[in-house]
Each structure stands twice: as C-alpha cells, then as structure tokens.
T-cell receptor
Framework: KNEVEQSPQNLTAQEGEFITINCSYS?????LHWLQQHPGGGIVSLFM???GKKKHGRLIATINIQEKHSSLHITASHPRDSAVYIC?????????????FGTGTSLTVIP | DGGITQSPKYLFRKEGQNVTLSCEQN?????MYWYRQDPGQGLRLIYY???????QKGDIAEGYSVSREKKESFPLTVTSAQKNPTAFYLC?????????????FGDGTRLSIL
C-alpha cells in the first residue's frame, strides 16, 4: 500500500491544453510538495502546500486537507513542461517528519 | 551559486565491488538524505542524517553505508552486499530536520552493473 497515490501515471497533451495531475494521500501530513523531475534526472521543488492554493506562473497547486487530495494544474501547456511530476508529503511520524513520494506522472506536451 | 553536487553522474560497478557516490552541499543545511529511484516506483529512503556525526537507516538501508564527518558532505557507499544496485540515486538536503521546508535535490547518479 502506497501512502501517496498519483494519477494519471502517463499523460500526453497538445501544446496549449490545460493539464491536471492528481495526488491522494493516506497519512497525516504537515505539508505536501510538488516536484518536477527533468529527463536528466534532477529534481526541482515547485510548491510546498499546507492549505489552500498557490500559483506560480502557469502552475497552480491546490490542496484539500479534509479530503487528503491535491491537484497540480498547468495552464497553456508548453513542450518545455514535459517532465515527471512527483507528489510528496511531509508526514508526521513517531521519529518526526518523514517524506513519502508518489510514483510520478510522466507528462509529454506535443507541439 | 548554492546547491547540491552529486558525482559522478554515471557509475559502473563490477560484481563484488564497493562503490562510493559523492554528495556535497554548500547550502549550510543540517539534514541530508539519500534516495533510490527505480522505474515505476517512488523515491525510497536509504539513509538520512540530521546533524554531523549522526545518521539513521531509512526504509532500504541493507547493502548501503554512509558517513557524515562534515556538514557539507554525505557520501553513500554501495557495498557488494547490495544484490540489486542498478538504480538512480538522489541526494537531498534541507535546512533542518523536522521543519516544514522543501528538500533541495542533486542531479543524481545513475549506477549500473557491468
């Protein structure tokens, strides 16, 4: 059983489309993170959320704590958005905070 | 610029050989982490360190060892006891363990068996 589930696993979109990636989690959290992994493997942190909504450029992240669900939206998608998007949660545990990671959503944006 | 440097980017290991992956950070972060990434799986925690001269096993520590002699350095040794070492290894850090802060990641090392 995975503490963090993402959907879809793979996503192909035409340039300009609106994209949504979903993340559900089953543990108590103090924060949720959206990460972007480029084809070379490096990972960049996009958002850290504990409530509500955050926006950065064409990216929007929302979280519903009661439903244990978060979404990452990309407006006006572009081929340079092609990457793997990973949802991670900072979960409360007996030893302090622990990170759990989803398996990622591989996004390909076609020109 | 501050960041995390992992080296080498690609590494090949012969059967029965130990190899060490380097991770250096100049962010003055206390906490450092090693993760393993396999296709179709989320990142899995190998070892983590909250502070110099202290480290803890993660979920998949068997066959690996680490040291934390300096704040900026957290090398990972993949020993011959690790029977399936082929994977992508990521090092991360953040200012302090237990704080709600994002992790900063290196660019990773891809390890393959010859």
């Amino acid at each position: 059983k995975n503490e963090v589930e993402q959907s879809p696993q793979n996503l192909t979109a035409q340039e300009g489309e609106f994209i949504t990636i979903n993340c559900s989690y089953s543990v108590g959290i103090s924060a949720l993170h959206w990460l972007q992994q480029h084809p070379g493997g490096g990972i960049v942190s996009l958002f850290m959320l504990s409530s509500g909504k955050k926006k950065h450029g064409r990216l929007i992240a929302t979280i519903n704590i009661q439903e244990k669900h978060s979404s990452l939206h990309i407006t006006a998608s572009h081929p340079r958005d092609s990457a793997v998007y990973i949802c991670a949660v900072n979960a409360r545990s007996n030893t302090g905070n622990q990170f759990y990671f989803g398996t990622g959503t591989s996004l390909t944006v076609i020109p | 610029d501050g960041g995390i440097t992992q080296s080498p980017k690609y590494l090949f290991r012969k059967e029965g050989q130990n190899v060490t992956l380097s991770c250096e950070q100049n962010l003055n972060h206390d906490a450092m982490y090693w993760y393993r990434q396999d296709p179709g799986q989320g990142l899995r925690l190998i070892y983590y360190s909250h502070i110099v001269n202290d480290f803890q096993k993660g979920d998949i520590a068997e066959g690996y060892s680490v040291s934390r002699e300096k704040k900026e350095s957290f090398p990972l040794t993949v020993t011959s006891a690790q029977k399936n070492p082929t994977a992508f290894y990521l090092c991360a850090s953040r200012p302090q363990f237990g704080e709600n802060q994002p992790q900063h990641f290196g660019d990773g090392t891809r390890l393959s068996i010859l």
